[in-house]
Each structure stands twice: as C-alpha cells, then as structure tokens.
C-alpha cells in the first residue's frame, strides 16, 4: 500500500512525501525509525494514483533517480541508504516501487548492476555495464554522474524533437478541421443557392461534389481516419516494418542528416563514457552499439565493429559506416594516434549537438511559414472557389 505522510523530524522540521507500507502502522513504525513523527498519514487512492500519476518510469525519472545518487553517493552515503532516501522523500509510486526492489536485492547480497539488469525495460546493457565498471573501480559516484549528464542531453534532445513537431501539426490539424467545417457546413448550406442552375463552372461542381462525398461518407471517413492511426500504430511495433521506415528516413534528403547526426551523438556519447570507464575498444563499440535506434546503422556499425576484433584500426572501419563523415573521421585519426580517444568521442558528441540544435532551429523556422502558407493557400482557395461561384450566378440560368 502507498502512504502519504506529513511528519516532523527531531528538530521539529515539517516533512511530507510518500512511502509504501503493508499497513498504516508499519508505515508509522519506518517513519519513527527514520526520525521522523507522524501528525497525518493516509492512504494513496489506488484510483487517483492511476488517473493522475503514470505507472511507467519515464526517461525524465531516470534521470533524476541517477543524478540523485551521483549526489548521495559524493556525499557519501551509501548506495542502499541512498535508494530508501530517494525512494521516501522524492520519488513517485512506480519509482518508489523500483526503488524498493533494487534496495531488497543489495540487502540481500547483490551488487547494484545485477539488480538493475532485472529490470531491462528501464535500464539498458551500457547503463548497466557502466555501474558494474564503476562498482569495480570505487568510482560510482562519477560514473552516475556522466549517466546523469548523457541522460539530460537525451531528454533535452526528445523535448526539442517534440517543439519542433508540436506547432506544424497544431497548424495541419486547424487546417483540417477548417476543411471539415467548410465541406460539412458551410457549401451544403450554399448548394440550395445552385438547387436549379445548369451549366454550372467546372470549380463549382467540383466544391458541390466533394462536398456532398464528404456529407454521404463522413462517418467511414472518420473510421477510415481511427483504423488508420491503429493500424500505423501496430506496425510501428513491427521489426519488419520498422526496418522499412527507418531504412526511406535515411533516403529522405532533409530528414537523413537528422537522423544521422541523431545516431551519431547517442554513438559517441556513449563510447566516450566506456573508454573513460576503461572498456576495451572492442567492447565498447559493441556496448556503445546498442545506442544506435537504426537498424540499418547499426548493421553498419556491426560490420566495422567486427573488421576492429579482425586487427584492423578503428579510424577505417568507421569511415565506412554512414555515421562518420570525412571531417570526423579525420578528427579520429588524430585521436587514435595520439592516444586520446575519449577527448575527440566526446568532441564528435558535442559538436553533434551543435549541429543538430541548428537543424532543429532552421526547421522550426521554415516549417512554421510553410505550414501557414499551406493553410492559407487551402482554405483560401476554397473561399475563392465559393467566391466566383456566387458571382458566376448572374451568367448562370437559375
């Protein structure tokens, strides 16, 4: 069960948050061995938590979680008393109950990184490689905090994918339900004005018609429209269909360089964090792999990480992969000569982002007259059409 307290501590500071309790009493007795002394405690509405809170852990969860202990763990508090405080005062109930599992499991023997790899849904192979390595080194603390760092860039990099989405497709769906509005109620109630005429222009029985499809067939147009987005939605989940989406994006001219430059900064800012954890080359590219989303550069990325386990340097077997144009490929020629790969992983990375913020702005920028211009140019269209057919009335017998 899921408790909400308020509670005072020994020095009389208020403090409120959440725990979870098999009965309100045993929820008292952990408040009173942590310190603290509750004044009101209720249960969670299970009803309420599912309408207002997800059950899911979010990458921005993840990414406070793992920040949080960076923190705890500088401090100097322990891993399992870092997880029983972040799970009592801060986190929300599908991370509390994480939490809990993960704190269990270290209390019962097991390291930090075999308790995270019960829950792949959540924590990936090079998260989880990355705590093993920094639990073997005695250097968790910096480990989370890279995590923390590389976690934020990829929250920051979905949030702007999202804006740059988010004002075209407000702006495309006004403009169909403009459409819709037009078609179903504005030309239906102007076609008695046409009841009698003949030889109507060509653009007028043009609107007459569409307009009276779209009146006789807008319920299955509207089915057609559900049945669409499901159908898109079930394929989306498809390996085979995904491949196919994935492998046109990198054909499209402006949506490859995105998508690239995408690949490219989970790539190597995944690399850069395994080579400073100290992983093998080999592994690390292996590891850093699994960052790719594209099926089909990460074949690629297979193939050049197979030909480095072969003997060959890492520089050439990358060139060949899309991800790595000229100018870097030369930047990791000096880093493999010099012996400072990680430095020139993490400079790829940022000057990745650099770029890719650019391309987000340029598109935002265009797509924001377009997506007006289209909607103007439609619409517009429609009301001259309707326009000339009323003034075409005196040519017209009716």
């Known amino acids: 069960m899921q408790f909400q307290y308020k509670a005072y501590d020994n020095l009389g500071a208020k403090n409120q948050g959440e725990l979870e309790a098999d009965s309100e009493q045993k929820a008292i007795a952990e408040l009173e061995k942590n310190g603290l002394f509750a004044y009101e405690i209720k249960v969670v509405s299970e009803k309420k938590s599912s309408l207002f809170q997800s059950k899911k852990i979010t990458l921005a969860d993840l990414e406070f979680l793992t920040s949080e202990l960076s923190l705890l763990l500088e401090s100097g508090v322990r891993i399992d008393k870092g997880l029983d405080i972040i799970r009592r005062t801060k986190a929300k109930p599908a991370l509390a109950k994480l939490l809990t599992d993960i704190s269990q499991k270290i209390k019962k023997g097991n390291n930090l990184s075999t308790a995270c790899r019960d829950h792949p849904e959540i924590f990936d192979e090079l998260y989880c490689n990355l705590i093993e390595l920094g639990e073997a080194s005695g250097n968790l603390s910096e480990v989370f905090a890279d995590l923390a760092k590389d976690l934020k ?229 429609v009301v001259v059409i309707m326009l000339l057919s009323m003034v075409s009335m005196n040519d017209i017998g009716v």
């Open 153 to 381: 860039f990829k929250r920051s990099l979905r949030a702007k994918i999202i804006s740059s989405l988010t004002y075209p497709s407000v702006i495309f769906f006004v403009c169909l339900l403009s459409i819709f509005f037009i078609f179903n109620v504005i030309i239906p109630k102007m076609a008695t004005m046409f009841s009698g005429a003949t030889d109507l222009p060509w653009y007028t029985q043009f609107m007459l018609d569409t307009s009276a499809w779209m009146v006789n067939y807008q319920v299955w147009l509207i089915i057609g429209f559900f049945i669409s987005i499901v159908g898109i939605k079930f394929l989306s989940s498809t390996v085979k269909f995904k491949a196919w989406w994935q492998k046109v994006c990198l054909n499209l001219p402006v949506i490859a360089k995105a998508v690239i430059t995408v690949e490219r900064i989970r790539f190597n800012s995944g690399l850069a964090m395994m080579i400073k954890a100290g992983v093998p080359i080999d592994k690390a590219l292996s590891l850093s792999a699994g960052n790719i989303r594209n099926l089909s550069l990460q074949r690629e990325m297979e193939i050049a990480k197979q030909k480095v386990k072969r003997g060959s340097a890492l520089s050439p077997a990358l060139k060949q992969t899309s991800i790595y144009p000229a100018f870097y490929v030369s930047l990791l020629e000096v880093g493999e000569e010099s012996g400072n790969l990680e430095r020139v992983f993490d400079e790829i990375a940022n000057r990745s982002r650099d770029d890719f913020e650019s391309w987000t702005q340029k598109m935002t920028t265009l797509l924001e007259p377009l997506m007006i211009l289209f909607m103007g140019g439609f619409v517009g269209g």
